[in-house]
DNA sequence: GTCTATACTTCGATAGAC
DNA sequence: GTCTATCGAAGTATAGAC
């Protein structure tokens, strides 16, 4: 059943690419790499093999690989998103595990080259793209935030942490996160990194380390 | 003699504003409003009320209006530089009120429309353009964090804090400000904002009170 | 589904008259 | 220093043959 989606020709020949797959990758591999604007259909046409003519057979236009790339990302994204329902049980397990295992859960959303490159994407076309910079906003910002919020509220109800402000809390966590992906899709994507996400998930877990070590009620 | 650099007919006519000036001013305008690539010379040239032919008069390409603007940013940014030798002096007053002089310097360096606007044009282009980006490595992230390295380094030496690894707390402290500039700049320009300064000076005290609150060292 | 050919647009930049 | 006129390059997209 699976081999369908590849290939729907009867004959069942050698299992060739699809074409239209072929477009999306080649387009996530450039529009990462040199930003929307300056790929153009030709371009894509000619990693892909054909000419640019015939892209418009797959794709209604150059926007609309974007769109398709962006829904890609979404889905992705809504995957592997947090179980909700484990939440609380998790967070009885103390404050540092939940930390460990929400900054995982998050940098494992990057856990394929090909999210690699469309996180690299979203962020250096977060501006000139209002459809990317709305969802940039809402999914990646402003969920996660009252995301975060809702989770020190919980702690703090529990009398894990000390009362601060459960929002002030919410932006101390997580603008950090914000800030190593500007960090790294933005300023230092052709650097040598070995790998990004061992990185970024140390770093995270030290900055969580640090804001607990600030608001963590004292076992008694 | 100022008067001198904007009129140098010898008659001294009505004080007409220089077209190269007027040049940059429109540039600076359109460029942090839709992006250097989306405007064409043409358009810079209509706004200014001039052939896009007779823009090439004053600069020698478009790139070249570019540069004069991040140049025109490098000066005013290396001007409202802090004095060094006062850091001192300052940090004796408390940890509290260096981190308050502080944010408000860092601040003021938007301190007019024009440079808002630029930094508005830094923050959306940093990555189409290396120079941009190599700039915004350098002197926006890498000298501040190394500033503030050795600024949390005597504040420990002096027992005003506890003995944090002084580049974490550095990290802890300024990876919020270029959070702040993302937000402000990239994700909500086009928002209402009556002051945005007053809003993220708030904003940026509100964490380094948090921050405070958990490395200084109590009074005895 | 891919090709050739081409329409149409916009861009950055230059030449030369005034 | 500004204008008109124009060039060449590059872009998106479409029509129609195969």
Partial sequence: MKNNIKNSSKSGNEPKKNTKQK?????VDLFAEKGFDAVSVREIGREVGIRESSIYNHYQNKEAILDAIIDYFKDELTQSGPPE??????????PEVFFEVGARMYI???NTPKMEKIWRLVSIETYHNEKIR?????????????GWENIFTIMIKKGLIKPFNPRTLAYEYFSFAIFLFFEYFVLKYDEDFDSFMDLALKKMNDHAEFLLKAIKVEEV
């Fill in 134 to 146: 709305e969802f940039f906003k809402k999914t990646l910002l402003e969920e996660p935030i009252d």
């Fill in 85 to 94: 329902e484990e939440t609380e049980s998790l967070i009885d397990q103390g």
């Fill in 108 to 110: 494992e959303r990057i």
């Fill in 23 to 27: 477009i999306f990758d080649v387009s």
